[in-house]
């Protein structure tokens, strides 16, 4: 680096307290796959029996890398590249903006999904999709195109997702107490209430506990099927936001005399039991149609993901007496929760550019928040979007996200060999002290388990192309995206900072034998 | 609902939920540690 003035950064944005963080982190945790992945791998993966690698992976995996992320993100207090770099030097500043790439790549497709789904709220009023709602989804409100890529504007798309990323930019340019935390401190709340409305109604319905009986009733033959541990670990992992940045960026901006681990526990069982109920209202109303057809609950399709958001549910929908009114909590809650998790990954994003540049929260929104947004309505605003949104979504989430969390832990706790002096910061501020066990799950099993993850998945993506896309699109737009984020990374850890990242002093002094001569 | 997938969505109950509650409990009998390590100001600019 070469020159670098030293003039005084601006303050750091906190938190008004521990409820605001608290329901901040549960609203960036509290997401779309909550809601449309997490009943399906489930019931794919043993049904009740699930539950049990699923707790295991919660206590030794989830709960331990967000403890991880949160002591980074508090005791070197910044952005994931600020953060990263007073931790582990150059090397963790490009880890850092690797986990920005990541959100930058997630930004500009999930704000489309936002939009599908403020669309269905809206069209729930009248069940616009009729009898037909795949056809209606595909053909008449995305009207996908054959080809991969075209420049095919789809108003009824484009119109909500202008919307979207105007909500967005808004809320992340009022600051974090008067836009991030107030929009959780709202949305939440409101999300729980319409959701419990929506479970509770759904309990209610004929055939509700067929579903109910196949989503709670154990096959623990599956727990012999190693796939079905790495479907737990993985579903953990993604539906809690670890390791790309959004925890450690949302724990810098907690006072530094604040209790970690505790609300860590908070969020972390707040977003599983969400999940849970998200399962539950999920199968019985999978239960309620199976009813209708006269089918089994495990002859049904399309039980994830878009298809059982924007296909399934609305056919469900169109069946069910009050049907506009049940249509309008399940789109309005993931509406909800989607915006309260895209606020989040453009939090990551902005954090970081301000921590660099030295750029204001409204440069940095209107400017960085701007170019997403042109990015983001040319291509998901188009007949293309469904396609490349699903082959980003897989390369971002499983390359991406799972590469940066080894990449992090290996750097932080081996090579840095730092795990004892976070656990020291932890403990010494939090009511739920770490130790030992913590520092073998995240330094050991953490990177063991999502290492063999990362290994299977790439063999599986060479093995057999990717939703039966052709191998040069997902040469292009998959891998290709994987290389713009490392690309990306090298080339902004490369740049000048506006203020020395270096000029820091952590707190408190953590006494380790380990850290001796490192980063304290 | 069948016994076994009763008891199964109990455990899911108890155990996350259970979770959930019991956090919420132990944070709101003690929100923070009694003695904080010295020093520690927000500092500006930090």
Known sequence: MSTVRQTAPPARAEWTGQVGFILSAVGSAVGLGNIWRFPGVAYENGGGAFLIPYIVALLTAGIPILFLDYAIGHRYRGSAPLALRRIAGKLGEGIGWFQVMICVFIAIYYTAVLAWASSYFVYSFDIRWGDDATGFFVNEYLQLADTPFTLHFVPSVLIPLVIMWIVTLVVLGAGVVKGVQRMNVIGIPLLVVGFLALVIRALFLPGAEDGLNALFTPDFSALLNPGVWVAAYSQIFFSLSVAFGIMLTYSSYRKRKSNLTTPGLVVAFSNSSFEILAGIGVFATLGFFAHQQGIGVGDLEGLTGV?????????????????????????????????????????????????????????????????????????????????????????????????????????????????????????????????????????????????????????GLIAEPYGGYSAGYLLIVGWGSVVVMIGGSLLLTSRRWRYDPDNFEPWPQVRTASAQGGAQ | MTPIAILFLVIALIIIWGGMFASIIMLSRKSEVDTYPEGGKDVFGD
């Open chain 1, 307 to 459: 298809g059982l958001a924007f296909m399934t549910f609305p056919a469900i929908v169109a069946e069910m007496p009050g049907g506009p009114l049940f249509g309008m909590l399940f789109f309005g809650s993931l509406a909800i929760a989607g915006l309260t998790s895209m606020i989040s990954i453009m939090e990551v994003i902005l954090s970081a550019i301000m921590d660099k540049f030295g750029f204001t929260r409204l440069q940095a929104t209107y400017r960085i928040g701007g170019v997403l947004a042109v990015i983001s309505v040319v291509l998901f605003g188009t007949t293309s979007g469904l396609t490349a949104l699903d082959t980003i979504d897989n390369w971002a989430n499983n390359i991406g996200i799972v590469s940066s969390a080894v990449a992090m832990t290996v750097t932080v706790l081996w090579i840095r060999k730092s795990g004892s002096l976070l656990a020291g910061h932890l403990s010494a501020l939090s009511t739920f002290r770490v130790g030992r066990t913590w520092l073998f799950f995240v330094s050991v099993l953490g990177p063991v388990v999502l290492g063999y993850m990362l290994v299977a998945t790439i063999i």
